[in-house]
């Protein structure tokens, strides 16, 4: 009994003495009579500390030798200009207003008549002032004069006074208004009924930009 207890008590020595060198890092109960203790030792305790932001990384300089991988860095070119292009757009002239086509034709002849009855004015006494009428007045008289009696000649200075000749330009334009007015209307309609089967005028509009 002695032997064998003796047996058992050198076994667990030994067991125990294995199981401590192997297992250093646990710490157990009694085993054969031996205690297991860890011979590790913990890691050293850190307390929290507060985050603290990483510090701002210095502008680069304006030559770039500070930073080498700024300074390798190419810049982008400025965009070329571009050469200016010219847009068209083609269009038809598919109908005139009559009404527009009317009322625009008045005005243009109404200012056309005025022009006409300024132009007329001076013409009249520009030639007067340089004795055009006078002069071919004189030639006509004589020329119709009859041998004889010496009387009944042409007077043509009298038949073309001012106030005949303002007088028979102002019928002329009032005639020309009113003529204008109704063929430019007239020429509307007609332009309506063309552009109907042919399709009207085309035309192509350019823009520059």
């Not at 009579?33 to 990384?57: E, F, I, K, L, W």
């Not at 008289?141 to 041998?147: D, F, H, K, L, N």
């Amino acid at each position: 009994m002695s032997g064998a207890t003796g047996a058992t008590g050198g076994a667990g020595r030994t067991g125990g003495g294995a199981h401590g060198r192997g297992s250093a890092n646990l710490s157990g109960p009694q085993e054969g009579g031996y205690t297991v203790t860890d011979t590790r030792q913990p890691p050293p305790h850190q307390p929290a500390q507060a985050y603290a932001p990483p510090a701002p990384s210095a502008p680069p300089s304006a030559s770039g030798g500070g930073n080498p991988a700024a300074a390798g860095v190419r810049k982008p070119r400025p965009a070329a200009r571009s050469v200016p292009r010219t847009r068209k757009a083609r269009l038809r002239i598919a109908k005139a207003d009559p009404w527009s086509v009317m009322k625009v034709s008045f005005l243009l002849s109404i200012a056309l008549g005025i022009c006409t009855i300024i132009a007329v004015a001076v013409l009249w006494m520009v030639l007067d002032a340089i004795g055009v009428f006078s002069t071919v007045g004189d030639t006509i008289s004589e020329a119709t004069t009859s041998e004889q009696g010496g009387s009944g000649g042409f007077d043509l200075v009298s038949f073309l006074s001012l106030s005949r000749v303002m007088m028979i330009t102002t019928v002329i334009a009032v005639i020309d208004v009113i003529l204008a007015t109704a063929l430019a209307t007239l020429g509307a309609f007609v332009y309506n009924l063309s552009a109907g089967f042919v399709g009207g005028i085309e035309l192509t509009l350019a823009e520059d930009e």
